[in-house]
RNA sequence: GCCGGGGUGGCGAAAUGGCAGACGCAUCGCACUCAAAAUGCGACGGGGCAACCCGUGGGGGUUCGAAUCCCCCUCCCGGCACCA
């Protein structure tokens, strides 16, 4: 009688192999998504403001909410997050939040194009990410979370507005702005790229005269310089800011001007006046027209209109060494200190935008002078000559602007250079011909933008009033959600008259609303302070408990925030502080930067190329844990680097065999002792790795620490033997290095730690502590060498004398043989690490 | 042009005055398997049978000893760029 095959799964032993084998394998699709719901049920992350231990403010550059995290934010996220972990177990109260940057254009392009409305188009992507964030097992506390586009956080933009308003720190002003015809808007000089890019778009910016609104951001500009020096910030940050902002010391020189008002210019080179041959005024210089002489105001006026119309290509063209463009305007003024007439000529080489916007042309002793004068034939005047040779203008190929001594200058011939430059500084204020001054490149923020997405700006114009703030107790100015897109780009508040229609809180006539909206800068320069007290509703935030959290200990985000959001944010803190609300001047006390995550073949990561990389599909594939050791393991994590899918293997074989470790060790019996040089051999492994790993945490160096925890548990493969694994000393290494897992790898780790039958939760655990003494090794392997070549090797008692580890090199096996015959020089003995004899032939 | 950062095996990298290439990937060999995958063990800068020799972008220097410090050159990346 033939019985039927057995189902595979009813075959008793078949089965029961299944198991035993499916309980030693690790399925991160199995673990992650399960203790991610045990941890939000139990709201392990939430951040209690009332806490003994003592706080770490651990802060990320909050996303703009543009739909899906992709591999790069992972990278910003995801390794910080490591740390905050860190932090946490460590025994800090940890302050990790997040939020999203979530005004701004993109979301009223999609309006434009896929007619949905910014507001849901917004919410909808951060749904999204921030169920992104979670699979990353980021520990993000969201009762904390910032949106900047909900009234409840803008509000407070409008409020501090209005205090800045107060003080003068806000105010409007006209002048020539760069525009942007494709996002209908206005832009700050830092939004604009060279060569006249937009920053968000790419199209070519054009200028235009407009009434605007600024922010006082120069009131502060010595602090924001003098503080950089005390900031634990990388030194290229620093530095940029510091360009950025640009001081020079110099003085204001006065020249009188022939018939009309005096010409001030800034000079860093008031020593070398008396070689001031000319003058150069912007083509924009309100003086232009009452200097121009009738004869030649046509030409004049030819020329200012096309230096204003320059186009990109032309304006790329003019470089320094080039020939310069210009005009003579028929004007005269007279140098101050030789009384000479020099002619007044206007050329584009001199900017409106910085200093006076004139200048006095030295030639013979700056670069941009020079060219000058050669191509228009202008006269050159050596005042500084150079030891050991002698310049003449007539053979001069270029500048010089060395050192030297003073010539052609008066009473201070022969004043050495640049220690002249004070003197003649002095002198010159006694004379009464100028003054000290300090100038900076930096410029007023220009905060108002001329679209829809955006804070709108709380104040409402009336006919009979002019200007007048919207009271606080009218906040919040609430962007009306009823707008209507058209394609021509034109904000809707504009049409919008809803909106538009007010009365004046003044007069009480009716009056028309401010529709411009701020720069989505202005929401990222206080956002970290929100979370403190994210539901605050009688001040921006509290500031009792701000006082408790800020500044922030450790800010983490891309380069390229180093001049733009970095500097509005310190000054915002300024402000706040003016204000009473902090009591601190600077809001971030170290910064990190992450590098740049690239396509495997080295370029910027694309869509339309398809050279990017999905998290979401690494994580189905490989799960968190090793995505995140993946992106530790690439390389210092400042540098970035071109991403690779094939290593993620490697990470993946690392967890699966840490928890192969733990599955056996849970398997044995307790009961055995492990005997003293094998307990020693652990003992010092452990108590090494846990110091590698923690001090390569506490520097950022997350390569290396991943790589300690690698051979950490390779060096645990190599002692395991079945009769070691039930031993307690065992089982202390494992959980050991359970414990320096949990930053990396959350989800495994806190997996294994309930399976080593430990109390819930791994994150809530103390870090290991380590004991030098114990990490050090006891016997060494001292490198032998002869003229400093490696010859030979031997293995010396870590304590070894100067004397003994001698003896032991002179007779090792290689080593006796070259020394014969030989005379021995110098020894140089580097405790535990090198022997090196210097021998010449006797 | 000026200011930063960098150049180390087939690849990502480590070592910041003391054994160059830790650790990982890829590759190759072996074991397990009917087989594959997974896993485990081993090899893995170049030359040489070997003893050894050469080797950290190139050249020079300092040092007992240099990837590391100094000088010159070269290439790559980033920032700034008529700022008076």
Redesign the pocket.
């Known amino acids: 009688m033939s019985q039927p095959a057995l189902p595979l799964e009813s075959d008793p032993l078949s089965s029961s192999t299944t198991t035993a084998q499916s309980a030693a394998v690790y399925k991160a699709d199995e673990i992650e998504p399960r203790w991610r719901e045990r941890w939000e049920a139990d709201r392990l992350y939430a951040t209690p403001d009332d806490s003994d231990r003592p706080k770490w403010f651990s802060l990320t550059m909050y996303p703009y909410p543009s739909g899906i995290l992709h591999i790069g934010h992972w990278y910003a996220f995801a390794v910080p997050d490591v740390f905050a972990r860190f932090q946490r177990m460590r025994g800090y109260n940890v302050l990790f939040p997040m939020g999203f940057d979530a005004f701004g254009l993109p979301a009223e392009n999609a309006a434009i194009r896929h007619n949905i409305h910014p507001a849901s188009w917004t919410f909808e992507n951060i749904d999204q990410m921030r169920g992104q964030y979670n699979q990353m097992g980021a520990m993000i506390d969201w009762s904390r979370q910032v949106i900047t586009c909900s009234p409840e956080y803008y509000r407070w933009n409008q409020w501090i507005f209005l205090k800045m308003l107060e003080r003068g720190l806000a105010y409007r002003k006209a002048g020539a702005v760069w525009w942007c015809p494709k996002d209908q808007t206005v832009l700050a000089n830092e939004q604009v790229l ?1 060569g006249n890019i937009c920053e968000r778009c790419g199209s070519e910016v054009v200028k235009r005269d407009l009434e605007q609104w600024y922010f006082r951001i120069t009131e502060y500009v010595e602090e924001l310089l003098q503080e950089l020096d005390n900031l634990d910030w990388p ?2 940050v620093k ?2 800011q510091r ?1 950025w902002i ?1 001081r ?1 010391e ?1 003085a204001r020189l006065i020249f009188e001007v022939e018939g009309t008002d005096p010409l001030e210019v ?4 008031p020593d070398t006046v008396w070689g001031a041959t000319f003058m150069v005024l ?1 083509p924009e210089h309100p003086l232009v027209e009452k200097i121009t002489t009738p004869d030649r105001a046509q030409a004049v006026e030819a020329y200012v209109t096309a230096a204003r119309n320059q186009t990109e290509i032309e304006r790329l063209s ?1 470089d ?1 060494s080039k020939q ?1 463009a210009g005009i003579f305007t028929g004007g005269y003024a007279i140098n101050p200190v030789t009384d000479e007439r020099i002619p007044i000529w206007i050329a ?4 409106m935008g ?2 006076t ?1 004139a ?1 006095m042309a030295v030639p013979a002793h ?1 670069e ?1 002078d020079f060219a000058f004068a050669r191509t228009f034939d202008l006269p050159i005047r050596v005042v500084i000559q150079p030891d050991g040779e002698t310049l003449d203008p007539a053979t001069m190929t270029e500048a010089y602007s060395g050192d030297g001594r003073m010539v052609n200058s008066g009473h201070l011939d022969g004043t050495e250079v640049p220690a002249s430059i004070p003197i003649v500084i002095d002198w010159l204020e006694e004379t009464g011909r100028g003054k000290p001054e300090v ?1 900076y ?1 930096l410029r007023d923020w220009l905060v108002s933008r001329q679209r829809y997405w955006g804070t709108p700006i709380p104040v409402v114009y009336c006919d009979d009033c002019g200007m007048v703030p919207v009271p606080i107790d009218q906040l919040p100015v609430e962007l009306p959600l009823d707008a209507e897109f058209t394609p021509t780009g034109q904000s809707p508040l504009v049409s919008h008259e809803g909106f538009l229609n007010t009365i004046c809180p003044t007069c009480g006539k009716p009056a028309r609303r401010e529709t411009d909206t701020f720069d989505t800068f202005v929401d990222s320069s206080w956002y970290w302070y929100r979370y403190t007290s994210p539901h605050d509703d009688a001040l921006p935030f509290d500031p009792a408990i701000a006082e408790m959290w800020t500044p922030v200990d450790l800010y983490c985000g891309g ?1 390229e925030h180093a001049i733009l959001h970095l500097l509005y944010a310190r000054f915002f803190t300024k402000v706040l502080r003016d204000l009473g609300l902090v009591k601190h001047s600077e809001p971030f006390e170290r910064l990190r930067n992450q590098g740049m995550i690239l396509a495997e073949e080295g370029t910027k990561m694309s869509k339309s190329r398809g050279t990017q990389v999905s998290p979401d599909e690494l994580v189905r594939q490989y799960g968190a844990d090793s995505l995140r050791l993946h992106l530790m ?4 994590w400042d ?1 970035g ?2 991403w ?1 899918t ?2 993620i ?3 993946e ?2 967890i ?2 840490v928890y192969g470790l733990v599955a056996e060790t849970v398997e044995v019996d307790a009961g055995a002792t492990a005997d003293a040089e094998t307990a020693r051999k652990l003992e010092r492994l452990t108590h090494k790795t846990v110091q590698r790993v923690t001090t390569d945490l506490l520097d950022f ?1 997350f ?2 620490m991943v ?1 300690a925890l ?2 950490f548990s ?1 060096g645990l ?1 190599d002692l395991k033997t079945p009769e070691l694994m039930a031993a307690p000393e065992w089982r202390d290494a494992i959980e050991t290095l359970v414990l320096l897992m949990a930053p990396s790898t959350p989800y495994v780790a806190e997996e294994l730690w309930e399976k080593l039958g430990q109390p819930y939760s791994v994150h809530t655990q103390n870090w290991p502590p380590y004991d030098p003494e114990l990490a050090r090794d006891d016997v060494v ?1 001292v ?1 032998i ?1 002869i ?4 010859r030979d ?1 031997v293995v010396l008692p870590a304590d070894a004398s100067e004397e003994s580890a001698t003896a032991a090199a002179r007779t090792a096996e ?1 080593i006796a043989p070259a020394l014969e015959g030989m005379q021995i020089v ?1 020894e ?1 003995y ?1 405790p535990g ?2 022997m ?1 004899f ?1 021998v010449k032939p006797r």
Do not use: C
């Open positions: 060279d030194e290229r530095t940029m360009n640009g020079s110099g800034f000079t860093t080179r912007a003019t320094a310069k584009d080489y001199v900017l910085y200093g916007g200048i700056d941009r100038n490149r380069i393991y690439l390389g210092p540098q680097g071109p690779n094939r290593g293997t490697g990470m074989r690392f699966r065999r160096q390569n290396t790589a690698i051979e390779n493969n392997e490198v060498q003229n400093g070549k490696v090797r290689k110098r140089i580097v690490r090198l090196n210097v």
